[in-house]
Each structure stands twice: as structure tokens, then as C-alpha cells.
T-cell receptor, first 111, second 116 residues
Framework: GDSVTQMEGPVTLSEEAFLTINCTYTATGYPSLFWYVQYPGEGLQLLLKATKADDKGSNKGFEATYRKETTSFHLEKGSVQVSDSAVYFCALQGGGFKTIFGAGTRLFVKA | GAGVSQSPRYKVAKRGQDVALRCDPISGHVSLFWYQQALGQGPEFLTYFQNEAQLDKSGLPSDRFFAERPEGSVSTLKIQRTQQEDSAVYLC??????????????FGPGTRLTVL
């Protein structure tokens, strides 16, 4: 069945460092791909998405490119801030109604 | 406007008790989803409603789990004869469109269920 694998955390970075959180997927067909974020004390919210191969999703300085050849959707940000500290979830939606989530990666950013 | 709300926010149940968890989606949203999130894991799909119709219940772990959305707005997830393995955060999400669209899902804060 469809699945998502993302790098284990926690990831600890200093402010202004470059961030990459790896995500790979297994799916039949051509799923849509998502990154969700959960800030401390808040609910899960969509960060960005890409619906077809080579699409780049972007929001709040974060980017991810849908790479069909490597079945990947890695999340990147050029310069992280303390306020980016959160748990990040990679997810996919195939042809049905289900959204399948990875296990999450916790990011700590130090001032 | 108001987001997705869920109640109660916390629920403690003794093993064997029945519980009911409520979700109030964003007004006018056609789609409603329930997820179960175990500690340290990502959310796992339970069921999907398009208006009042339950189109996918493939993620419900057993027949002790039942969900309804009788008037196409508020939804209730009921768990009968709770077991310790049911302890988790139950998330509700809604989206504007129906069907298999990749429309943005808006999540509620969740209900944390602890079964003793």
C-alpha cells in the first residue's frame, strides 16, 4: 500500500542555518504530496503542497519539489528562525479519500 | 471565521466504557475526515464523509468504532467498549470541496483520549 517515510528527528539547528527534512514515498499512480506543520500548542496546518511531478510548493520561505524519479518531496528552507520550531509531517493523497502521513520530524531552532 | 472545533479536548475513560467525540467543521465544508494520532506518530486516516454520506470507513480499526454525520455538518465519532490501545489523539478535519480533490484540509485541535 501507499506509504511515506521521513527522516527521524529531532533535528536541532541554530538560527539562520539551512534546513532539509527528507521525505520519500511509495504510491501507485500519481499522488499529491503535502507538508503539514504543527506548532507547539496548535493544530495541524497545511504548509505547502504539489499535485504533479516537478511542481514546487512554497510557503513562508519553505520549499519542496515533487520528484517522481526519486519518489521524494524533501522540505527545505534557506534560513530557519526560532519560530520555525515545530513538528513537520510529510503526507500523500492518492486516488482515494485517504491522506497518508509520515511519522513526523521535530525541529528545534536555537537562538 | 471560526475554525474546526472538537469537544471534549480531553477525555479519560475506564476500560470498557463507551465514549463520544464531537467535531464541528467549518460552516459550509462538504468534506469531513477523522484521524487517529498515536503518541509520536503521524495521523492515521479513520473515515471520510462527503456531506452526510460516509464514503470511506476503511481506516476504522474495529467494529467498536462508529462515526456519523447525520445532517452533513457536525460529526460524532463513537468508540464502544474502549480498550487501552484506543488511547490517542483523535483529529477531525474539514475541507470545502467534496470528492477526491486535494483541497486544503483544516484540522481541529483534537481530542486526547486516555483509556485507563
Amino acid at each position: 500500500g501507499d506509504s511515506v517515510t521521513q527522516m527521524e528527528g529531532p533535528v536541532t539547528l541554530s538560527e539562520e542555518a539551512f534546513l532539509t527534512i527528507n521525505c520519500t514515498y511509495t504510491a501507485t499512480g500519481y499522488p499529491s504530496l503535502f507538508w503539514y506543520v504543527q506548532y507547539p500548542g496548535e493544530g495541524l496546518q497545511l504548509l505547502l503542497k504539489a499535485t504533479k511531478a516537478d511542481d514546487k510548493g512554497s510557503n513562508k520561505g519553505f520549499e519542496a519539489t515533487y520528484r517522481k524519479e526519486t519518489t521524494s518531496f524533501h522540505l527545505e528552507k534557506g534560513s530557519v528562525q526560532v519560530s520555525d520550531s515545530a513538528v513537520y509531517f510529510c503526507a500523500l493523497q492518492g486516488g482515494g479519500f485517504k491522506t497518508i502521513f509520515g511519522a513526523g520530524t521535530r525541529l528545534f531552532v536555537k537562538a | 471565521g471560526a475554525g474546526v472545533s472538537q469537544s471534549p479536548r480531553y477525555k479519560v475513560a475506564k476500560r470498557g466504557q463507551d465514549v463520544a467525540l464531537r467535531c464541528d467543521p467549518i460552516s459550509g465544508h462538504v468534506s469531513l475526515f477523522w484521524y487517529q494520532q498515536a503518541l509520536g506518530q503521524g495521523p492515521e486516516f479513520l473515515t471520510y464523509f462527503q456531506n452526510e454520506a460516509q464514503l470511506d470507513k476503511s481506516g476504522l480499526p474495529s467494529d467498536r468504532f462508529f462515526a456519523e454525520r447525520p445532517e452533513g455538518s457536525v460529526s460524532t465519532l463513537k468508540i464502544q467498549r474502549t480498550q487501552q490501545e484506543d488511547s490517542a489523539v483523535y483529529l477531525c478535519a474539514s475541507s470545502l470541496q467534496g470528492g477526491r480533490s486535494t483541497d486544503t484540509q483544516y484540522f481541529g485541535p483534537g481530542t486526547r483520549l486516555t483509556v485507563l
